[in-house]
Nanobody, 125 residues
Framework: VQLVESGGGLVQAGGSLRLSCAAS????????MGWFRQAPGKEREFVVA????????YYAGSDKGRFTISRDNAKNTVYLQMNSLQPEDTAVYYC???????????????????WGKGTLVTVSS
């Protein structure tokens, strides 16, 4: 599975962005999908994940309410809608795919099977 993120860019504080992650391969719906981010000088952190059918999501507590994950299995694409962005949201955002649960993606990050190359989100104050 190859993952390609898009939709990053520069936005002012309070603005919104929608990230997309397009996956190759016919087995997209077999995987839970997740978003992670890495801010400058910091470790990569979990943001949110969605199960294979889209019926269940798992959020890092700090972003729930501002970020929404969704997926379209017909298009092999997962999305991250980000609202009320703040400068501290500035980071490279990575898409990930894994056959395990959404909770496992959040906790057992080292075992994640596939990663995208990331897309940069910059939020200006």
């Amino acid at each position: 599975v190859q993952l390609v993120e898009s939709g990053g860019g520069l936005v002012q504080a309070g603005g919104s962005l929608r990230l997309s992650c397009a996956a190759s391969g016919r087995t997209f719906r077999s995987y839970a999908m997740g978003w992670f981010r890495q801010a400058p000088g910091k470790e990569r952190e979990f943001v949110v994940a969605i199960n294979w059918s889209g019926s269940s999501t798992y959020y890092a507590g700090s972003d729930k309410g501002r970020f929404t994950i969704s997926r379209d299995n017909a298009k092999n694409t997962v999305y991250l809608q980000m609202n009320s962005l703040q400068p501290e949201d500035t980071a490279v955002y990575y898409c990930a795919a894994d056959p395990r649960s959404t909770q496992a993606m959040a906790v057992l990050t080292d075992g994640i099977m596939y990663w995208g190359k990331g897309t940069l989100v910059t939020v200006s104050s």
